[in-house]
């Protein structure tokens, strides 16, 4: 099955080309086939003093962002739960995830949700942005959004 054909498919090849253990070099020829040109890429955290802020990247800029992070790290993120509304050519999807050093963790370090944006050309799925914030004590994990 192509990375593309299929929501199903992109979103399992989004998850597999951040996941592998430390010093595994990932696939970004996959991973940027994944992004339509010119997506965005948006990291939400809080800094310091609590202020939300946003990183907005483009896919180099993601990919550069996170080099370090997975030559040092092991990381498997999996999607555990999702919800996908559709129109014509468009979906959103919200696509709940566990990260974990080790895929036999029995508990994940974190927790979230990736809000991604698509589009179907008529030939293939295209990721044209996402989003994501992690689950932190002062902002849980709605149920509706787990299994």
């Known amino acids: 099955m192509s990375d593309t054909e299929s929501l199903?498919?992109?979103i399992r090849a989004m998850?597999?080309?951040v996941s592998g253990p430390a010093g595994l070099?990932?696939?970004t020829p996959r991973e940027r086939a994944l992004f339509m040109p010119g997506a965005r890429l948006v990291r939400v955290s809080l800094a310091d003093d609590g202020t939300p802020q946003a990183k907005v990247m483009d896919v180099d800029t993601y990919l550069s962002d996170t080099a370090?992070?997975?030559r040092e790290n092991d990381f498997y993120e999996v999607e555990i739960a999702r919800r996908t509304d559709l129109f014509?050519?468009?979906a959103?999807?919200?696509s709940t995830?566990?990260?974990r050093h080790n895929l036999a963790d029995p508990v994940p370090f974190k927790r979230g949700i990736n809000s991604i944006q698509l589009f179907h050309d008529g030939e293939r799925w295209w990721i044209v942005n996402m989003l994501w914030d992690n689950e932190r004590e002062d902002n849980p994990m709605p149920a509706q959004y787990l299994p």
């Open 92 to 94: 959103q999807v919200f």
């Open 25 to 27: 070099d990932r696939d």
């Open 68 to 70: 370090d992070f997975f």
């Open 97 to 99: 995830y566990e990260a």
């Open 88 to 90: 014509g050519q468009i």
């Open 8 to 10: 199903d498919a992109i």
């Open 15 to 17: 998850y597999e080309t």
